[in-house]
């Protein structure tokens, strides 16, 4: 079971040696969403639309499913829930937007929601990667 610091954060619960395989693995998924929102950043296409739909982000969902028991209860587990979660709710935020669109009206209301939630990608995947290179846990609320 994992041990938690005064902020309620998952502190390392076990030796760094024990996990450096996986934390390699949160470093390869971060780098993969950093490509893809930085490619959203580079060409015409949105953060957010290159974050959720772009290839590396996409493979890095699909390593982060594969990979998940093997940091189930340990303080990796919350870097692959945070990430999980950043995808879904871009590609939540995006079928908004794409629903908004429709409408003339919604069109204005669209555009904001996919800079928005670009803004956040780029936050969540900096801030994620920041605290996985400082060894820490991402807090995350009650699963």
Known sequence: MADFDKNGNIIRDEPADDLGGSRSWCHIMYALHGLSALSGILTSASIAGAFVFGWPSIVAV???????????????????RWQLRTFWY????????????????????????????GIWVLYRVIRGWLVLLDGRGMPMPAA
């Not at 699909?62 to 692959?80: A, E, F, P, Q």
């Not at 794409?98 to 204005?108: E, K, N, R, S, V």
């Open 62 to 80: 699909i390593i982060n499913y594969v990979t998940r028991s093997n940091v189930r209860d340990t303080w990796l587990d919350t870097h692959w």
């Open 90 to 117: 871009a590609a939540l935020w995006l079928l908004i937007a794409g629903l908004l669109a429709f409408t003339l009206i919604g069109i204005p209301a669209a555009i904001l929601v996919i800079v928005i939630t």
